[in-house]
């Protein structure tokens, strides 16, 4: 069958609900998901988010695994994490989240495991191949389909391990009215704290803000909370609540890369020679910070499902996106939880005198960029990316080839770079510029536009 290819990225599938995520679509995923689980007794877990489409497409995708020969096993509503850990706690063959993450309330998707496995990149590509070849084995017996509320356990695994000297912290938790905000409440409630919730009611139409809280405009209601109420902290969580925002009591962003300095002092507290991996967007201060406070620190490719492969490789106990994905093997289970990643934040909050701001302040101050977005034709956007690295690489610069191309300027070691990377999930070229002051930042900005712009109009034929 024809299917959209635009849907099939590098960690997931994802696309708007009623226009490419269409009953025929979803039945045929889940006849090609059941089928690479191989022959055999198999079983998938499957939950979804509150969006409004999320029922019909799970009727569809649950109807192709059970006829692959699958038995279902429904989780029901819940957020992602709330399925990793069904995934790592009960034995499946496989489990599939259906989940828009933070994108519109028109658009779902599936993020996918084959037991505890991401089913990412190569894997998603084989699928979508299986599928528009036909290759869809329906079994001579169907599976069945059975229901398992695991919140309890949930909440039971999220609280497990804490020890919080007071519980008395202020703070504002908004759930954006995705599908994280009663769970995350129920867990810290059972632990003794008093959030003030924002948001935390699930709503698939997301009816207050976009639930993405890597965008600053998404945090001015949880900003102007914090503020008017003197909290310590601000926390937001995306759609499906597998990544966190903060902002200080200030009222002031601490983006993943910051979040992640505090997590990793912690962590190395008590495990000195830990590694801690990062990816190719973090400021260079957080990489120093973690070798100052004897950590192995590692700069890896962006991507969820890649950096928990890559966790399992090096054996680290933590890892950090600056989208706010945060990995905890330290404790925990090794995947991305928001409502885990809270609890850890507001345990170092209630071990410490001094404020978020304070236990950050010793950071060598940069001028840093959001993540710019840059549209590139899909079809030359890597190309473009190899230009780049090629040009920066015969000017002699030092360059980081992981994940786009990450060009050092400046002395050694100095936290002055510039990043292109081409997008995993559209026609898009990410940039981000660091340097120690706003005119240095602004002349690495300047450079490496201009050969970005010369490459792709170059390359735009």
């Known amino acids: ?37 191989g022959d055999g007794p198999r079983s998938v877990l499957v939950a979804r988010d509150c969006r409004l489409s999320g029922d019909r497409i799970f009727a569809a995708l649950t109807d192709g695994l059970r006829a692959s ?24 063959s496989g489990a599939i989240m259906i989940t828009g993450s933070h994108n519109p309330g028109n658009e779902n998707g599936f993020k996918m495991m084959r037991g505890r496995a991401s089913f990412y990149g190569e ?30 356990a949930y909440v039971a695994a999220l609280t497990r391990g804490f020890q919080f000297p007071r519980t008395n912290m202020r703070f504002v938790l908004d759930a954006g009215n995705g599908a994280g905000g009663p769970l995350a409440l129920e867990a810290m409630r059972a ?28 945090l001015e209601a949880l900003v102007a909370r914090v503020r008017e109420t003197g909290a310590d902290v601000g926390l937001a969580f995306d759609g499906d609540a597998d990544r966190l925002g903060a902002v200080d009591a200030q009222g002031n962003v601490i983006w993943g890369d910051k979040l992640l300095v505090l997590f990793a ?70 995947y991305d939880d928001a409502l885990y990643a809270a609890l850890r934040l507001l345990e170092i909050i209630a071990t410490e ?47 980081v080839t992981i994940d786009g191309a990450r060009v050092a300027f400046g002395a050694p070691g100095e936290p002055c770079w510039g990043l292109v990377r081409a997008s995993n999930t559209g026609p898009v070229l990410v940039l981000r510029f660091e340097a120690p002051t706003a005119e240095q930042c602004q002349a690495i900005r300047e450079e490496v536009e201009a050969v970005v712009r010369h490459a792709r109009n170059r390359l735009d034929v």
Request: glycine letters at 8%; one cysteine or more; proline letters at 6%.
């Open 1 to 37: 069958m024809q299917v959209p290819r635009s849907i099939f990225r590098e960690y997931d599938i994802r696309g708007v609900a009623d226009r490419d995520l269409t009953d025929d679509v979803a039945r045929a995923i889940g006849l090609g998901f059941g089928a690479t689980l």
């Open 69 to 92: 020969g699958c038995d279902v096993v429904d989780l029901g509503i819940g957020p992602t994490p709330y399925l990793y850990n069904g995934a790592y706690e009960v034995e499946a």
């Open 123 to 152: 894997a998603i590509q084989k699928l979508r191949a299986r599928i528009e070849a036909d290759d869809l084995p329906m079994a001579q017996t169907r599976g069945g389909i059975s229901s398992l509320d695991r919140k309890s």
């Open 191 to 218: 632990l003794g704290l008093n959030p003030d919730p924002l948001f935390c009611d699930m709503d698939g139409t997301f009816p207050n803000h976009h639930p993405d809280p890597t965008v600053e405009k998404n």
């Open 265 to 334: 002092r912690q962590v190395l507290a008590t495990h000195p020679g830990a590694a801690v991996l990062g990816e190719v967007k973090c400021s260079q201060t957080l990489y120093d910070d973690i070798a100052k406070h004897g950590g192995r620190p590692i700069v890896w490719k962006t991507g969820h499902s890649l950096i928990k492969a890559k966790m399992k490789e090096e054996h680290a106990l933590l890892a950090g996106e600056m989208s706010g994905h945060l990995f905890f093997a330290d404790r925990y289970y090794g």
């Open 353 to 399: 005198t001094r404020t978020v701001a304070e236990l950050l302040a010793d950071l060598p101050h940069t001028v840093t960029t959001p993540e710019l977005r840059v549209d590139c034709p899909d079809a030359i956007k890597f190309d473009v990316v190899r230009e780049v690295t090629e040009h920066f690489q015969n000017a002699g610069r030092a360059v």
